[in-house]
């Protein structure tokens, strides 16, 4: 008997120009997936992942057409099937888990009905038999107390737990064959770790194979027994998960991993040049060739065959392999400036608490508090002119909300957020003086919902200026190329629209926006979050630059613990509204003090097979922080009995220079810590 599940032969899918030409989104794809395993598929947006994955299941989707080649399950090629054969398939045997679970979840139905719309569909179970099975699956996707797990609507749940229930949902048929796209982006670090470590668990507890399609190279090396590398529609790297990552025989994997900031370095990230080239604008040669540092004439004119390379078990497309085949280092980083800590003193947050609740009109007459426990709780950070302050902490910790009152669209609750220590920003937006909305500009996380969609990026960029400047004419023209090439895009993206611009491109047109209002201070949200390992690593290089150039201060959002150590100068860590730690970055990553940072920290995945995360703290959602005691009580491995859960917590500062709100003294912390 075969142990090949899957087989993908010579498949190549596209579509049809205006012109009437053939253009490939897909390649000659060839590969196959075993029982039992897992594949991880990679490369850059636009690559072909998810088209590949897609075929998988034999969906193609609209606009698309296969060209040629097959795609066998049990012999039989689904891209061949019609819909009612497809039906019997999909979700029986072959299932898919999407990227967003909270969208892919029906909002108005409880979880326990949509698994069990799945189990009508995919299994013969009678409704006794479904209910006890609905239950065992919420056991096996670790989710606690599966019958009021049950009982609840998709948005009573965490992200994690929602991504829990998604997964159980797809394996609701016990299928034979599992595909992921994307399934832990847009996860806290911890949350993502938890899901890694479940999907783990069911590939050995089922037997069940899987294809995990992403982006993030940390995850892939957590999951994946074989690795398959996608550039412009083809495979150019095929091989084990270990070869792959530590032994990157093609530039362009070698390329995406030193675009990949490390915990263990201080520094940005190598940004990789250009970008992807556009479906049918290669002819001949290479498609890899224009961003290639190991190039040759060969390479311009000649396409490389897939060579398989027996020592390394790896199927590399590239000419000019040998030359990276004993190269040991893949990791690097570029040096920045670091801001001086002591400077002036541009942003002041003084017990800053800020509540959701709703004061009813008669609590507001008579002044009286409802909300005795609020969403962000006591803050005190000063900020320093010039530098780079980032709030890190798992979904619901705070940071965006912090931002939001600092940016204006949050009314704080009590305390004050000084602006160069004469200025009020504690209220609204509305009440807020021109100049002062002028000084703190806001980066959102999505691009594509931040940019109007009807304006071209002369029109966006010219908003700004006009506002605050009053620029017209010549005057604003010139400023919006010198924005646009500040940004590394030029005067040519003027006419361009947002949907006609790549996702680092569109993050970038953002960037140029938040900037053209000459501000002080901007606060980024997420900026890199949803971006390529390669742009993200662009996008933090150009953030650094115009700080340098302009001497500009950055509040950073983030849950990528690596982004965040590549850029700040400061680290301020949140749990649950409540500031934990913090201290210079350099500090809180070497000496991390606080047990929650020590959990954030431990984490993190590394693009390294050998290296798995720490999971030191429960899987565990706190709907809100507790009444009294320390905020991180429920989860801490530490916990010293009543005295955490009754008392707050003291400030403390340690030996290296990190302020820790726990009642562990600091140094029996650092004796445990050694």
């Not at 299941?57 to 689904?78: A, P, R, W």
């Not at 800053?352 to 426990?373: G, H, P, R």
Request: glycine share 6%; hydrophobic share 35%; net charge positive.
């Amino acid at each position: 008997m075969s142990d090949i599940i899957q087989k993908v032969k010579n498949l190549s899918i596209g579509f049809r120009s205006k012109k009437g030409e053939e253009i490939l989104i897909l390649r000659n794809i060839s590969t196959n997936i075993k029982k039992g395993e897992t594949v991880g598929i990679v490369g850059e947006s636009g690559s072909g992942k998810s088209t590949l994955a897609l075929a998988m299941m034999g969906y193609v989707k609209q606009g698309l057409y296969t060209i040629d080649g097959e795609c066998l399950f049990e012999s039989s090629n689904l891209l061949k099937k019609n819909n009612r054969e497809l039906e019997k398939i999909r979700g029986r045997k072959i299932a898919m888990i999407p990227q967003n679970a909270g969208q892919s979840l029906t909002p108005n139905l409880k979880i326990g009905y949509q698994i069990d719309e799945a189990l009508r569909l995919h299994t013969n179970l009678k409704n006794i038999d479904r209910d006890k099975r609905i239950s065992e699956l919420l056991k096996k996707v670790r989710l606690p107390s599966p019958e009021t797990i049950a009982l609840r609507y998709p948005h009573e749940l965490s992200g994690g737990q929602q991504q829990r229930v998604a997964v159980a949902m797809a394996l609701a048929g016990n299928p034979e064959l599992l595909l992921l796209d994307e399934p832990t982006t847009g996860l806290d670090v911890t949350t993502q770790a938890h899901v890694l470590e479940l999907l783990n668990f069911i590939a050995k507890d089922t037997g069940t194979s899987m294809v995990y399609v992403s982006h993030d190279l940390g995850a892939i090396a957590q999951v994946s027994d074989r690795i398959i590398v996608m550039y412009s529609g083809e495979i150019v790297l095929e091989g084990p998960s270990r070869s792959i990552l530590k032994k990157p025989i093609h530039p362009y994997t070698y390329g995406l991993l030193k675009s990949i900031p490390k915990l263990s370095l201080a520094g940005l990230p190598d940004s990789m040049p250009g970008s992807q080239p556009q479906p049918g604008s290669i002819l001949k040669g290479c498609s890899f060739f224009s961003r290639c540092n190991i190039g040759e004439d060969k390479c311009k004119n000649n396409s490389p065959e897939l060579e398989y390379i027996s020592d390394l078990k790896t199927s590399v497309r590239c000419f000019n392999y040998k030359s990276l085949k004993n190269k040991d280092d893949i990791s690097s980083s570029i040096s920045r400036n670091e801001a001086i800590i002591n400077e002036k003193e541009i942003l002041n947050l003084t017990n800053v608490s800020i509540s959701y609740a709703k004061q009813k009109l008669i609590d507001q007459i008579f002044n009286k508090t409802v909300d005795t426990n609020p969403t962000v709780k006591d803050i005190n950070i000063n900020i320093n002119k010039g530098e780079t302050i980032a709030l890190v902490g798992e979904s619901g910790s705070g940071k965006s909300t912090i931002l939001k009152s600092i940016a204006g669209l949050l009314k704080t609750k009590d305390g004050k957020i000084r602006f160069e220590k004469d200025r009020d920003l504690s209220s609204n937006l509305k009440q807020r003086k021109p100049n002062d909305l002028r000084a703190i500009q806001l980066i959102f996380q999505n691009p594509d919902e931040s940019l109007n969609p009807n304006h071209n990026v002369e029109e966006i960029l010219s908003q700004p200026l006009k506002l605050y400047f009053g620029l017209s004419g010549k005057e604003l023209n010139k400023n919006i190329i010198e924005l646009l090439e500040k940004v590394r895009l030029g005067e040519f993206y003027m006419s361009r629209y947002p949907r006609q611009l790549s996702g680092g491109e569109k993050q970038r047109v953002a960037v140029a926006r938040a900037f053209a209002a000459k501000p002080d201070i901007i606060l980024c949200d997420e900026v890199t979050s949803a971006l390529d390992v390669s742009v993200q690593a662009a996008v933090l290089n150009l953030l650094q630059k115009l700080k340098d150039d302009f001497g500009t201060t950055y509040i950073f959002v983030s849950h990528d613990l690596a982004v965040v150590r590549a850029i700040s100068d400061r680290v301020a860590v949140l749990y649950q509204g409540r500031l934990c730690e913090i201290g210079p970055s350099k500090n809180v990553y070497q000496f991390p003090s606080h047990p929650y940072t020590e959990v954030l920290l431990g984490a993190v995945l590394e693009p390294d097979p050998d290296i798995k995360p720490k999971l030191v703290a429960e899987d565990i959602v706190e709907e809100k922080p507790p009444e009294q005691g320390c905020s991180f009580q429920g989860r801490c491995s530490r916990i010293l009995g009543e005295k955490c859960k009754k008392e707050t917590p003291p400030w403390q500062i340690t030996k290296s220079g990190n302020a820790i709100k726990c009642h562990i003294n600091v140094n029996d912390l650092e004796k445990l810590q050694s």
